[in-house]
């Protein structure tokens, strides 16, 4: 309900009617993999000179100059590539230091959670003058959220852990609370197990996790994406602690697709993998409203 009203309020915003105190930008650095899909997909990508070593998608972005890495970019290739407009986000105050003081214009943005992540596609298409684009990403993002929000989905304990739950000898970073993942979790009808902590992604011992037995345990990122043979071999593992309820009913997945991490256009892409673990049967008998990815038709 509050991203419907959020949307709608995007859209009566006076901001809308565009920016005028902002000249269109034609020579664009991009400084991280959300930043840069959303310029793309909003329709920007002949006006995106370069990005960073981690924009992987989509495609032509990789073809791209790459200006290093997120925190420490090489300036001189910035500074070659003459751009107008170096968007980052707020966290990234190096680069908006190093702009000023090269007399480069920068746009702030954040994509921290799902309210930023939406004032952050609205932003971008009025400084940028894509306001049609912006608002028809943003009913699409707005509308798939709805769906599964209409389905009423009853919660279940879920652990969502990042990366390599392999090791027994290790503690496992989880998904905490206050966290973009978390709130796509909650939209899939997880309810996450770790509800608390003052960290975003919190080291966890598998006593903890014991404690609080999952029902449903679903690990997420580059280390997760594993041939049948290895995910049997994790799932093996985590049989030695048998009275985890996710462990006894065979609750397992592993979910190792890049775009699980990257807050952006693709989050659709992400509540669908989560849902399909955590409720399969809503998909069951919908190739009606669901497209070949488990997303709703827009």
């Not at 991203?3 to 995007?10: H, I, K, V």
């Not at 070593?53 to 420490?72: K, V, W």
Request: aromatic letters at 8%; charged letters at 20%; proline letters at 6%.
């Amino acid at each position: 309900i509050f991203l419907s009203l959020c949307f709608f309020f995007f859209l009566l915003s006076p901001l809308w009617a565009g920016n005028t105190d902002s000249k269109s930008a034609n020579r664009i650095i991009s400084t991280s993999p959300s930043i840069t899909e959303t310029l793309f997909e909003l329709g920007l990508k002949d006006r995106v000179v370069a990005v960073t070593d981690f924009c992987n998608y989509p495609h032509t972005a990789c073809q791209l100059p790459s200006i290093g890495g997120m925190i420490n970019p090489k300036m001189e290739t910035v500074v070659s590539l003459n751009p107008d407009l170096i968007i980052h986000q707020s966290g990234n105050q190096r680069i908006a230091k190093n702009a000023k003081s090269l007399g480069i214009r920068t746009l702030e943005v954040d994509m921290g959670n799902l309210e930023e992540i939406f004032a952050s596609i609205k932003k971008l298409g009025a400084v940028l003058n894509c306001q049609e684009s912006a608002k028809k990403l943003l009913l699409r993002l707005n509308e798939g959220i709805t769906f599964y929000q209409k389905q009423h989905l009853p919660k279940k304990e879920v652990l969502l852990i990042l990366g390599d739950s392999s090791d027994s000898s290790r503690d496992l970073y989880a998904v905490g609370p206050d966290t973009f993942l978390n709130e796509l979790l909650n939209i899939s009808g997880g309810n996450n197990i770790i509800r608390n902590s003052p960290a975003r992604y919190p080291k966890l011992s598998k006593e903890y996790i014991i404690e609080k037995s999952p029902a449903i345990i679903i690990e997420v990122g580059p280390k997760s994406n594993l041939p049948q043979k290895e995910i049997d071999l994790r799932i093996q593992e985590w049989s030695r602690f048998p009275t985890i309820k996710a462990v006894k009913n065979k609750q397992i997945y592993f979910i190792g697709a890049d775009y699980i991490l990257i807050p952006g256009p693709r989050l659709l892409k992400t509540i669908a993998r989560f849902a399909k673990a955590i409720h399969p049967e809503i998909f069951e008998g919908r190739t009606d409203v669901m497209n070949s990815q488990g997303i709703p038709n827009p």
